[in-house]
């Protein structure tokens, strides 16, 4: 798992011990990540799924992409399609992925890269793997997140943020036991360089085998952990996480993980994907490729995509999602 590392973690800038007095975030709940398929059929972890939207506000959705090592011609990736009120974060860890949209966005992602996509009023977009990691095949692992816009945002321009491995914050805990990277938001002053419509912090963390992590979290936001690799501990009171979960904390200014002493895997410590955000608060009604407050505005979305107002194709079929029926698959 390379994303960003290192040489020497030590000459890297330390996140401060929170103070003795400040409350620790309690882990709530640990649920497990089922499989799925996505796209034109490539496998991913549903991280949120069961998971109340109420403690995942400000976000929506969370897919782990793999990790799968492809034979040649295995690699899949997704057919041109639209999006509407929410962002979408596309965070590489193996391999890589290739965008372009309707806005003129688009680029190659790779080991440790993050595309940030503001779909706001509307945009159509394709993510696929490159021509030659479909020929060769090879690891491919990462990860989509989906960031809700608040009503008065939902209908913003569309904006592509492509944001490169190397400008993430990089910091480390006081004994150097964990590599910290900041992509959005900040951690203890040190700010990362996503730029986001709705406030939040997205980092990754490596803590390595019995090297603990205390981080200093904002008490407005919520706090959510997915253990993308190996396994550990989350909270004051060390409860175990592994691969494919998803810890929920409550509230509370600061944040504990612990790398496991005996790695369970292949993976020694605990790479987590730590998020939270101040929550939005508004109802979400989301169907497919679209997220907004009510029933009537998906139904609004569904035309003016069929009208062609979400933007032009620029190559390649669109594919037509479903109009969303009375009292099925929206939240």
Do not use: C
Not at 200 to 228: C, E, K, S
Not at 294 to 323: H, M, S
């Amino acid at each position: 798992m390379p994303a960003v590392t290192v040489e020497d973690i030590l000459l890297l800038p330390r996140i401060p011990e929170p103070d003795v007095t400040v409350r620790e975030r309690e882990v709530l709940a640990v649920t497990t990540a089922p499989s799925a398929f996505e796209g034109e059929g490539f496998p991913v972890r549903r991280a949120f799924a069961g998971v109340d939207l109420r403690a995942l506000d400000p976000f929506v959705h969370m897919d782990q992409m793999g990790e799968v090592e492809y034979a040649p011609g295995e690699p899949k990736g997704t057919a041109w399609h639209p999006h509407r009120g929410f962002e979408t974060v596309t965070y590489m860890i193996d391999g890589a992925f290739r965008h372009q949209d309707s806005h003129g966005g688009g680029g190659l992602i790779t080991n440790g890269d993050t595309q940030w996509m503001t779909a706001g009023g509307g945009i159509l977009h394709i993510e696929e793997p490159p021509e030659d990691l479909v020929a060769s095949g090879g690891l491919f692992h990462g990860f989509q997140l989906w960031v809700n816009l608040p009503a008065r945002l939902k209908l913003a321009p569309p904006r592509y943020q492509d944001i490169r491995a190397g400008q993430v914050a990089l910091l480390t805990s006081p004994d150097g036991g964990a590599l910290v990277r900041v992509i959005a938001g900040e951690v203890a002053g040190h700010a990362g360089p996503g730029i986001t419509h709705t406030p939040i912090t997205l980092l990754h963390a490596t803590v390595q085998p019995g090297a603990r992590l205390r981080l200093p979290w904002r008490a407005d936001f919520n706090a959510l952990a997915y253990v993308m690799a190996g396994s550990g501990s989350a909270g004051p009171a060390h409860r175990p996480v592994r691969t494919g979960q998803l810890a929920v904390f409550g509230p509370g200014a600061a944040l504990t993980f612990a790398g496991s002493r005996r790695p369970d895997g292949p993976s020694a410590g605990l790479d987590v994907l730590v998020l939270g955000g101040e929550p939005i608060r508004e109802p979400v009604a989301a169907y497919g490729p679209f997220v907004m407050n009510t029933r009537a505005e998906l139904v609004q979305a569904f035309e003016d995509y069929r009208a062609g107002r979400l933007g032009t194709i620029p190559a390649g079929p669109a594919v037509i999602p479903q109009a969303p029926r009375p009292g099925h698959d929206v939240l």
